[in-house]
């Protein structure tokens, strides 16, 4: 006798129907509450968002500072093109397409036709009054209104980060962009963390990227450099959180705050990805670019060995060079100073183990003390929840007791009594050196 089919095509449907209702809570609740709430609220949440055809043009500008994950936004947003696309956004800034960027590039110049229009805005208060009433400018921004979707996100062009810009230049920006919903976005890292990141990127510059030569300098000197920031202060005798020449977001947010215009401060050490933060936390109308952020499995770290062994043999083969061990004649300075760095890491050889000249307890104390200054002037809530101080300190300590990333590698420790550079690398592979401390 046949078995009957359609009882069994009715439970097949009733359990496919379970089980997509079932995927779908299950996802539902995972996109909208991943994460560990601590005393400040870090709820994974996709915001809800309807667009309004009434509702002024939305500019959001990112600008760093630098080494503040800045690269990655850039990246990752490019990246996220069609998702924008769905909540009505287009990348505009570094690493986007040549089409987009170039069209944001000179925005937010102060020019005769800024000027101009600014001029023509406070002379007409009628509310009807637009910004692109005035030729010039909206000559400018024709290819800006031009484009579907009308809303921009922009990174990094321009650069307002070696520049602080004052309140009387945000009064006359807010006035021009009066027809855009303006938002400045900016970055908080932890100073000590952030100074050393500065150091690495004028260091790889200098000293180990490919335009390198043996005529090159050696790299910055990191006890100086460090000894040298962490007394830096103003006029005033407060302190002065810049790195070099990058300036830091309580500098950078000065004029915004005078002028009164929004900006929003993420956290680079919060538990969510940066790109996550922008997009789900900062800009509250991407609710598909949120979602795809935490699609994302980008670990996050904020130390990087291998960035530490590149400055360290770059000085090592400079001095090395310098004492005779090196034939210039042969080789490039960047092929030794990858040669170097393939060597330490097939001999599992890392900065921490090499001979090293570090800061006195007494700078590192004061270097954290002000890191910690920073960081409660910038993001007091943050800084008093379970994330902040205790947190703070600690990787402080880690990076300067375990990593050694404060120190220096002392190659005349290494260089001493060497004929040869395979002798000098063969030393290196000794990990039981003392470590010595600045006078």
Known sequence: MRTPKRPILIILLLFAIAYTYGYWRFSRAYVQTIGISR??????????FEWDDNIDPYMIMHIGPSKTGTTTIQKNSRDFTDALAL??????????GKKYRDITAEIFEIDNCMKQTISYLRNHTNPATKAVDVPCWASRMSDLMKIQPR?????????????????SYYDEVKVAF?????????????????????LKEKSANRCVTKGVTWESNRCKNKLDFLEYHTYLKDKQGKNKFQGANYHNIDEITVGMQAANVPFKIMNFHDERQLISSLYCDIILNTPKTCLHSLTLNN????????DVISETCANLVYDAEKAGLINSKTQTRKEANEKCESFMEANNVTHADLPLLCPTRSILEDLLEKSLAFEQKMVPDFFASDLGEAEHIKSFWLMANER????????????????SWNGVLKKATFKNWTVSHVS
């Open 151 to 167: 809303n921009f996100v922009v990174s990094g062009v321009p650069d307002f980060t070696k520049t602080v810009h004052s309140k």
């Open 404 to 419: 050694r990333e404060f120190c220096d590698v002392e190659t005349e420790r290494l260089l001493e009594g060497e004929s």
């Open 39 to 48: 005393s400040i609220d870090y709820t994974y949440r996709v915001p809800s």
């Open 178 to 198: 009066k027809d855009w919903n303006l938002l400045f976005v900016v970055t908080y890292r932890r100073y000590a963390e952030w100074l050393l990141s500065v």
């Open 87 to 96: 909540d009505g956004y287009i990348y505009g800034g570094s690493s986007a």
């Open 299 to 306: 670990e996050k770290s904020t130390h990087n060995s291998r």
